[in-house]
């Protein structure tokens, strides 16, 4: 239904890439507009007064106010960065800035390590106390505990919108108003969100939201930080370079805070990775423009699909069983072979799947388990495909029981 969008799916149909939540295949807009600016003339943004960086300057800022529009942004709300990663590292390095020392930060144990090792490190170096939110037994949030820390003096709870592991979905709305009532700032890793529904951060009323563009079809280095314009005028720059200063005030360093220039600029120290950044653009215009109902009807029913099948076997232990909102992200390991293993058989059957910890090590430490196999699929994957994916998991398990035998 979606793999014509995609040339390095339907070329490929042997095989059947299972791994979603790591990385996205290209869709033909992201090749399009590639092929695209790799044929203009090239030019740096903003730096020229020329006319080729006039153009690739406009396409820049186009692509900013695209995004925005997308999400519910403002225009400068709107930072290009890296990646999540980089957009999680910023936030918590300005938001930690000026907290005092009685104050802390709540994190989950769901959590990404990208959306974990920050909180930690930044927490560690101010001396502020970092608090865990802990997942129940099937590893998800456990927001019925979100009571238990009113009175730990929260400035900033920071949490995934859905899980890199489970596919379970955060009730941002739930957890803002418990926020608004305690006076949090609230951050949100989009990461695993974006490819399965665009947010929007104005409804969602998260006070920062972060994603990547290799998860949703477009390029690597490419990410986005969104945050309250609010915030951002308050933040100050964490990295210096060419294109965010109004004024070079020579050596005296104190004159410096006045010279940024305005937001967004002020957080986009040297050449920005542009071209990437309008490749999002125009990716995310693309799947925005794409039936939404039958978008998620279609991962709605490999969700179901995937769920039916992991269940009907006694010899996998699913990670996460509920009726919570999700995406078709399921963790799950087969009785008596490694993770590892396993992965690598299902390659030989033309599977891509990943298997570890999934940067979860605090998830899979409250779930008992070291590691698990993850299936994570997107709009390109097919009922079809999962009806393979069951016959190849069959044939891996029978080999493993060959091999306890022998
Ligand atoms: N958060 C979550 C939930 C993720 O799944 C990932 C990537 N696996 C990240 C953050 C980090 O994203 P990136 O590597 O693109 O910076």
Known sequence: MYQHHFPAVYNNKQRHFFDNASTTQYCTTAIETTSMLDNLPRSNITRGIYKEAEIISEYYEQARQTIAKLIGAKAHEIIFCRGTTEALNISARCLTENLKKNQAVLITDAEHHSNFLPWIELCKQKNLQLYRLPVDTNGAIDLSQLTNFEDKNIAILSITHCSNVTGVISDISLIKKWCIRNNIILVVDGAQMIQHDIPNVSNLDADVYCFSGHKVFASSGIGVLYAKEKLLEKWQPIMWGGGMV?????????????????????????????????????????????????????????????????????FIDIIHHSNLPRHPIFAFNIHHLHPHDAAHLFNELGFCLRAGHHCAKPLMKSLHIHACLRISLSCYNTLEELDLFEDALKTIYQHSQKFLTC
């Open 246 to 314: 109004l004024d070079m005030p020579m050596l005296n360093s104190s004159e410096l805070d006045n010279s940024w220039l305005k937001i967004p600029q002020k957080f986009e120290a040297g050449t920005p990775p542009y071209q990437q950044a309008i490749i999002l653009s125009h990716t995310l215009k693309w799947l925005a423009s794409l039936d939404q109902q039958a978008l998620h009807k279609h991962h709605q029913s490999l969700l179901k699909k995937t769920n039916t099948l992991l269940q009907k076997y006694s």
